[in-house]
């Protein structure tokens, strides 16, 4: 199993910016396929983008594509998203997970980590 501790989540006007971190541990991380989600209030959690263990392949979800950039350190076991001209839509609890590598958007683990809250104020 993989563990994922995510961070950087914050409270941001309209337009601003924040970079997620999520640090993994456990099974090898350079393994996996790497992706985030999210979960606003009420609604089901989404795929947001996701990486490919050499970080040569990137997906987005319609909503975030050319505001949002995932990237990821093997190294350091981290992947980050970088999140640009941020919306009210926005606001969500973020997640990180390993994600099933023919699909790139549907998580590979059952078990998530706490998540980090982002709220983006109009």
């Known amino acids: 199993q993989v563990q994922l501790v995510e961070s950087g989540g914050g409270l941001v006007q309209a337009g601003g910016s924040l970079r997620l971190s999520c640090a993994a541990s456990g099974r090898t991380f350079s393994n996996y396929a790497m992706g985030w989600f999210r979960q606003a209030p009420g609604k089901e959690r989404e795929f947001v983008a996701s990486i490919n263990w050499n970080s ?67």
Request: glycine share 4%; charged share 20%; aromatic share 12%.
């Open 56 to 122: 040569r392949r990137t997906y987005y979800a319609d909503s975030v594509k050319g505001r949002f950039t995932i990237s990821r350190d093997n190294a350091k076991n981290t992947v980050a998203l970088q999140m640009n001209s941020l919306k009210p839509e926005d606001t969500a609890v973020y997640y990180c997970n390993a994600v099933n590598s023919i699909t790139w958007s549907t998580p590979a683990f059952d078990s998530w980590g706490r998540g980090t809250q982002v709220t983006v104020s109009s």
